[in-house]
């Protein structure tokens, strides 16, 4: 079985500019989740997706962060404009598990983003 | 909102020393998972715990959940060069109702042959 892809790897871009990251879940997971990964830290959840429908996106910055899931698969987020403390590790995950439910996330290899 | 901290931050251990991380989080949960996070890599799920109590066992590694369901333990038996990683707790709030993760701050274990 195929795992969460995600692309590209690794971004490396100025302060005010934009990005996008794309993700490809485990095929027939209904829940996909974006986290941001600070270095030291724990992950920390931006955005949950059940489906195409958004469960909870209470810690996105939402002046600057977007997330849109198309026909309930592949997922992108978008960070218009960048600013320093964005760099991190922002991860996908998918779950088998409808909201609510208590699945096992599995995990892609993330792409790390350098913001100068 | 809900945290969930963890102890000790970082562990240096020589090979076959024992290791334990304490997870304590500010509410009651639902469940709470375990995963290893090793060197440059991704979370991978180790466990997941439900019921108030509850003692699970995978190899060396033993699992707790707190019986208030507030808090738990990752202990390691003998460690490995290969338990080198960082061990996250991840908790969902009781009564909230997606149940979001909050994950841990983390337990950075090395291991020195």
Redesign the interface.
């Given at each position: 079985e195929a795992g969460v892809a995600q692309s590209p790897r690794y971004k490396i871009i100025e302060k005010r500019q934009s990005v996008a990251f794309w993700c490809n879940p485990i095929s027939g997971h209904a829940t996909l989740y974006w986290?941001q990964q600070i270095l030291g830290?724990?992950?920390?959840?931006l955005i949950?997706f059940?489906n195409n429908g958004v469960?909870?996106d209470s810690q996105l910055p939402k002046d600057r962060f977007s997330a849109e899931r198309l026909k309930g698969v592949d997922s992108t987020l978008k960070i218009q404009p960048a600013k320093l403390e964005d760099s991190a590790v922002y991860?996908c995950?998918s779950s088998l598990g409808l909201?609510?439910?208590?699945y096992?996330?599995?995990?892609?290899?993330?792409t790390r983003l350098t913001v100068t | 909102g809900q945290q969930?901290m963890q102890i000790p931050q970082y562990q240096h251990v020589q090979e076959g020393e024992d290791f334990t991380t304490y997870c304590n989080s500010s509410t009651t949960l639902?469940?709470i998972?375990w995963y290893k996070q090793r060197p440059g890599?991704?979370?991978?799920?180790l466990i997941?715990l439900?019921k108030s109590g509850e003692v699970k066992k995978q190899k060396r590694l033993t699992f707790q959940f707190g019986e208030a369901k507030k808090n738990s333990s990752l202990h390691i038996t003998a460690t490995q060069t290969t338990d080198v990683g960082t061990y996250?707790c991840?908790g969902?709030e009781m009564n909230t109702?997606?149940?979001?993760?909050?994950?841990?701050?983390?337990t950075r274990l090395l291991v020195s042959p």
């Amino acid at each position: 079985e195929a795992g969460v892809a995600q692309s590209p790897r690794y971004k490396i871009i100025e302060k005010r500019q934009s990005v996008a990251f794309w993700c490809n879940p485990i095929s027939g997971h209904a829940t996909l989740y974006w986290y941001q990964q600070i270095l030291g830290q724990g992950p920390k959840l931006l955005i949950q997706f059940q489906n195409n429908g958004v469960v909870d996106d209470s810690q996105l910055p939402k002046d600057r962060f977007s997330a849109e899931r198309l026909k309930g698969v592949d997922s992108t987020l978008k960070i218009q404009p960048a600013k320093l403390e964005d760099s991190a590790v922002y991860l996908c995950a998918s779950s088998l598990g409808l909201t609510g439910s208590s699945y096992e996330q599995y995990f892609g290899p993330g792409t790390r983003l350098t913001v100068t | 909102g809900q945290q969930v901290m963890q102890i000790p931050q970082y562990q240096h251990v020589q090979e076959g020393e024992d290791f334990t991380t304490y997870c304590n989080s500010s509410t009651t949960l639902s469940n709470i998972q375990w995963y290893k996070q090793r060197p440059g890599g991704h979370p991978v799920f180790l466990i997941q715990l439900v019921k108030s109590g509850e003692v699970k066992k995978q190899k060396r590694l033993t699992f707790q959940f707190g019986e208030a369901k507030k808090n738990s333990s990752l202990h390691i038996t003998a460690t490995q060069t290969t338990d080198v990683g960082t061990y996250f707790c991840a908790g969902r709030e009781m009564n909230t109702g997606f149940q979001k993760l909050v994950f841990g701050t983390g337990t950075r274990l090395l291991v020195s042959p």
